[in-house]
């Protein structure tokens, strides 16, 4: 009995210590991983923002700072998807293998291949995606559905250099001038033996055009219906651009003689050496011009009265086994409000970085924010009519980039035998060719390049 009971108590001690022994020592990294997940959702993203591991990139501190909000939650960057993104976006879905969240540069490609998941039911119960622009919301409607999340905004437009045309005793463009006022301003402004032109290039001209003359039309003359460009005003805007370019109005089309003429090797150098009048570009310029430029500057927009949105988009894969948890990291990452006041709040701690990007919501507390920090007067009154902007449409409209660019038109021009949509488009506001002859033809092909795209994504 005394053994017996002996070898009991040796057999306790023995797991005591065992037990004490267990509780004194480190995990492994394994069991840390495991330990610090405990029931974390893991999400994968993908996206062309997050940079290069290592630099002080904004998107990837938006990410660290949405897990501080969400820490049952852990985002993991999916580097394997690079350029080319559709190809790449492509070879994982076929390896069944998609980023929960991913970046789209087309976002009817994604849904044609069945890679993103509709997230109106998630967008219909929350509150803020009431806060976004009816223009954002039309413009990611496809039917009764929605695949796209809106990730970021930008404003197109014209900037002007006030100095330029106060020293010349011109009238300053403002935001909402017509088209007469436009093309007066360019021209008085120019002064090739000076070094001084009204604008830096004519190439976005037959984009916006029809736009600002005819509120029926949008971007490129795209609404509803279809294309028209055998419109009075896609030719019009044609002719706009021709005006310009062969009275050497516009920096681009100017030969090399006269360019030596001006200050700096490019547009760009021209602009900030006070040669240019009126820029083209986006509102993903504004820290550059604001730190470059010595000289008063402010955002036009375009002529008439509706201004020019362009975005970036996130879908989420039809695959995910966490739909709920991606919708609150693609909100946070784009849309949201406590993401976007996150973003500034990053930014104004940051020594190098700047905000790139417009609040795609309407919430005023918001916009004031953002305005707080970007004082160009321009844009704010821009912003105040955004329900009404043109959205520019190459990542949401079916077969946009056969139709405005890549389509055969079987046209001979130069020592092309079959020369593109965009290429006779060139030609056109250059005066090699007469567009007229041609308008009827381009429409049809745009419209059933349209007409293909869409009946492919709705079969």
Request: with cysteine; proline share 3%.
């Given at each position: 009995?005394?053994?017996?009971?002996?070898?009991?108590?040796?057999?306790?001690?023995?797991?005591?210590?065992?037990?004490?022994?267990?509780?004194?020592?480190?995990?492994?990294?394994?069991?840390?991983?495991?330990?610090?997940?405990?029931?974390?959702?893991?999400?994968?993203?993908?996206?062309?923002?997050?940079?290069?591991?290592?630099?002080?990139?904004?998107?990837?501190?938006?990410?660290?700072?949405?897990?501080?909000?969400?820490?049952?939650i852990k985002v993991e960057i999916d580097e394997s998807i690079g350029d080319p993104w559709e190809e790449s976006l492509a070879a994982a879905a076929s390896a069944s293998n998609m980023p929960d969240v991913f970046s789209i540069t087309n976002v009817p490609t994604g849904v044609a291949n069945d890679w993103m998941l509709d997230v109106k039911p998630y967008l219909e119960e929350d509150?803020?995606?009431?806060?976004?622009?009816?223009?954002?919301?039309?413009?990611?409607?496809?039917?009764?559905?929605?695949?796209?999340?809106?990730?970021?905004?930008?404003?197109?437009?014209?900037?002007?250099?006030?100095?330029?045309?106060?020293?010349?005793?011109?009238?300053?463009?403002?935001?909402?001038?017509?088209?007469?006022?436009?093309?007066?301003?360019?021209?008085?402004?120019?002064?090739?033996?000076?070094?001084?032109?009204?604008?830096?290039?004519?190439?976005?001209?037959?984009?916006?055009?029809?736009?600002?003359?005819?509120?029926?039309?949008?971007?490129?003359?795209?609404?509803?219906?279809?294309?028209?460009?055998?419109?009075?005003?896609?030719?019009?805007?044609?002719?706009?651009?021709?005006?310009?370019?062969?009275?050497?109005?516009?920096?681009?089309?100017?030969?090399?003689?006269?360019?030596?003429?001006?200050?700096?090797?490019?547009?760009?150098?021209?602009?900030?050496?006070?040669?240019?009048?009126?820029?083209?570009?986006?509102?993903?310029?504004?820290?550059?011009?604001?730190?470059?430029?010595?000289?008063?500057?402010?955002?036009?927009?375009?002529?008439?009265?509706?201004?020019?949105?362009?975005?970036?988009?996130?879908?989420?894969?039809?695959?995910?086994?966490?739909?709920?948890?991606?919708?609150?990291?693609?909100?946070?990452?784009?849309?949201?409000?406590?993401?976007?006041?996150?973003?500034?709040?990053?930014?104004?701690?940051?020594?190098?970085?700047?905000?790139?990007?417009?609040?795609?919501?309407?919430?005023?507390?918001?916009?004031?924010?953002?305005?707080?920090?970007?004082?160009?007067?321009?844009?704010?009154?821009?912003?105040?009519?955004?329900?009404?902007?043109?959205?520019?449409?190459?990542?949401?409209?079916?077969?946009?980039?056969?139709?405005?660019?890549?389509?055969?038109?079987?046209?001979?021009?130069?020592?092309?035998?079959?020369?593109?949509?965009?290429?006779?488009?060139?030609?056109?506001?250059?005066?090699?060719?007469?567009?007229?002859?041609?308008?009827?033809?381009?429409?049809?092909?745009?419209?059933?390049?349209?007409?293909?795209?869409?009946?492919?994504?709705?079969?």
């Amino acid at each position: 009995m005394k053994k017996w009971v002996s070898f009991i108590v040796f057999g306790l001690l023995v797991m005591l210590l065992a037990a004490c022994n267990n509780e004194n020592t480190e995990p492994t990294e394994e069991n840390s991983d495991t330990e610090a997940s405990g029931d974390q959702v893991v999400l994968k993203m993908a996206s062309w923002s997050f940079g290069t591991e290592g630099d002080e990139n904004i998107n990837r501190l938006m990410l660290e700072a949405f897990m501080e909000e969400y820490p049952d939650i852990k985002v993991e960057i999916d580097e394997s998807i690079g350029d080319p993104w559709e190809e790449s976006l492509a070879a994982a879905a076929s390896a069944s293998n998609m980023p929960d969240v991913f970046s789209i540069t087309n976002v009817p490609t994604g849904v044609a291949n069945d890679w993103m998941l509709d997230v109106k039911p998630y967008l219909e119960e929350d509150e803020e995606f009431a806060s976004l622009p009816d223009s954002v919301v039309e413009a990611i409607t496809m039917g009764d559905q929605i695949y796209a999340i809106p990730a970021s905004q930008h404003m197109l437009g014209y900037y002007v250099n006030k100095d330029l045309f106060e020293n010349a005793n011109l009238d300053v463009p403002e935001l909402g001038m017509d088209l007469d006022a436009f093309n007066e301003a360019v021209r008085n402004v120019t002064n090739i033996n000076q070094g001084i032109i009204g604008l830096n290039q004519t190439f976005s001209i037959i984009d916006w055009y029809p736009a600002a003359a005819n509120e029926e039309l949008g971007w490129y003359t795209f609404n509803e219906e279809g294309y028209h460009l055998d419109s009075n005003e896609f030719i019009n805007g044609i002719d706009f651009s021709l005006g310009i370019n062969s009275n050497g109005y516009a920096y681009e089309a100017l030969t090399d003689d006269q360019k030596a003429n001006f200050n700096g090797e490019d547009s760009n150098e021209v602009w900030f050496n006070q040669g240019i009048g009126i820029r083209w570009d986006g509102t993903w310029a504004i820290s550059g011009l604001g730190e470059q430029s010595d000289f008063e500057w402010d955002f036009i927009g375009i002529p008439g009265e509706r201004n020019l949105i362009t975005h970036d988009y996130y879908g989420i894969s039809s695959s995910t086994e966490h739909p709920e948890e991606a919708y609150l990291l693609a909100k946070w990452m784009g849309f949201g409000k406590d993401g976007y006041l996150k973003r500034l709040a990053i930014a104004e701690e940051s020594e190098t970085i700047t905000i790139d990007r417009l609040p795609l919501t309407t919430d005023q507390e918001v916009i004031d924010a953002y305005f707080a920090d970007v004082d160009l007067p321009g844009l704010e009154k821009a912003f105040e009519n955004i329900d009404n902007a043109v959205v520019e449409p190459f990542k949401t409209t079916p077969g946009y980039g056969q139709s405005r660019w890549e389509a055969a038109t079987g046209v001979e021009i130069g020592d092309e035998a079959n020369a593109s949509i965009g290429t006779l488009l060139e030609n056109a506001v250059t005066g090699d060719i007469n567009y007229e002859n041609y308008a009827q033809q381009v429409n049809d092909l745009a419209n059933s390049k349209y007409q293909e795209a869409l009946e492919a994504l709705e079969n």
